[in-house]
């Protein structure tokens, strides 16, 4: 009997020392957020208005996060309120904030900045906008009347936020994704590579707006911001950012934004503040392409080339990719050695890295070949399933310490 007792009082003993599932997370470890700050740049975490109601996961963005990024509420096809769009006796769009304002409200609350994302997006975007009265059944409307509703659009919006959550919203992505990579998806001799085509379908924004759209949209959006007297960022955002030959394209649209309004006095006006550079990193849904250390250089490199243009960067989406589980330790390896970079590029005075937006920061059991599955990866995660700190977070959090 004495030794039974001994034996379940070891067991006790056992499992008092192992945290139950979740716990982990639980731990007073610093935030990293904390751990970044005297390198200049924010942590940036996904919040979806599903994961409002994720108690658990709303702690953890609070205790390693000073940013984050609504995925889809704060895009257009989220925002515009189609019937009441309709009965507008202005003709302007008129918006739905609904879901988007209790998780700005949230941000608030927890004292976290928010990335406004996006004001315009050709991908998924309402086709009735771009008709006449709102309405399908009738024809496209001309470039001027698409204009003025995006100006409409972009100033309610800015506005909106900024009056109603004053200094929540640092920065705004104002075009996303307008570089094309395929080249039956651009025009032929187009040094921008500016999308006419996605996925076989036409970028709305420059059928119908034109083909200097994004021009146009950035002026909206800096007009809004000076109106406001706000302190708001003007991102461009776009995948594959550090990637030679699709930064080269970037930048020339960058330049032609940079180059396209000018002040009473004849200046230019620097309509665009930075670029969000998506982190995508690896093979979309393959192991292959992953984790191979020469990506790292080449982001660094093009962090400082469009420093050179005045620009800042943020990392705005980024998902170290992982799609074998037996390659864990290389994937924290890799995620240690990418924080040592973005570490490095601080100067001891400033950082031309503003913020890292990690899209892909918990591991997902979305099934092979589903969007997030290919998106993110089933093992790219800082984080588990169960939001338990993996060996990446841990070398992670002590790369930020060395």
């Known amino acids: 009997m004495k030794k039974l007792l001994a034996l379940i009082s070891i067991c006790a003993l056992v499992c008092a ?5 979740g716990e982990e997370s639980a731990t007073e ?12 740049f924010k942590m940036g975490a996904p919040l979806s208005f599903n994961q409002m109601r994720d108690q658990n996961y709303l702690n953890f963005v609070k205790q390693h996060f000073n940013s984050i990024t609504t995925t889809n509420e704060m895009k257009a096809y989220s925002l515009l309120d189609e019937k009441a769009t309709k009965a507008a006796a202005d003709g302007m769009p008129r918006m739905n904030y609904w879901a988007a304002d209790q ?17 315009v997006w050709d991908a998924y975007m309402t086709d009735w906008y771009f008709h006449e009265d709102f309405d399908v059944k009738k024809p496209y409307a001309d470039a001027e009347t698409i204009k003025a509703r995006t100006e409409y659009y972009i100033t309610e919006v800015v506005t909106h936020f900024e009056e109603k959550f004053p200094g929540v919203v640092y920065c705004w992505d104002v075009v996303n994704e307008a570089v094309a990579d395929g080249e039956n998806e651009y025009a032929a001799g187009d040094p921008r590579h500016l999308r006419t085509m996605r996925g076989g379908a036409v970028n709305a924004f420059r059928e119908y707006m034109g083909d200097d759209y994004v021009c146009w949209a950035f002026l909206y959006a800096k007009n809004a911001v000076e109106a406001l007297g706000a302190d708001i960022k003007l991102y461009y955002n776009d995948y594959n950012a550090y990637f030679p030959e699709k930064a080269e394209a970037i930048r020339t649209l960058i330049d032609e934004v940079n180059y396209f309004a000018q002040s009473d006095y004849g200046e230019f006006r620097q309509l665009c503040d930075g670029i969000g550079m998506q982190g995508y990193i690896g093979g979309y849904g393959v192991q292959e392409g992953c984790l191979v250390d020469s990506h790292i250089g080449m982001i660094h490199d093009e962090i400082l080339n469009y420093a050179a243009m005045g620009l800042e960067v943020q990392i705005t989406e980024m998902a170290v990719r992982n799609f074998e589980l037996d390659q864990a330790d290389k994937h924290a390896t890799f995620y240690a050695d990418l924080f040592r970079m973005f570490k490095g590029l601080y100067d001891g005075e400033s950082n031309p890295l503003k913020a890292v937006s990690i899209w892909g920061v918990q591991d997902t059991n979305a099934p092979k070949g589903n969007y997030v599955y290919n998106l993110n990866s089933p093992y790219g995660g800082l984080v588990d399933l169960r939001l338990n700190y993996k060996d990446a977070f841990y070398r992670v959090h002590e790369a930020l310490q060395e």
């Open 17 to 21: 020392c192992i945290p139950a599932l």
């Open 29 to 40: 470890l610093a935030g990293l957020y904390t751990l970044a700050a005297p390198y200049g």
């Open 103 to 119: 998780m700005v409200a949230w941000a608030q609350e927890n004292g976290i900045g928010v990335r406004g994302h996006v004001l």
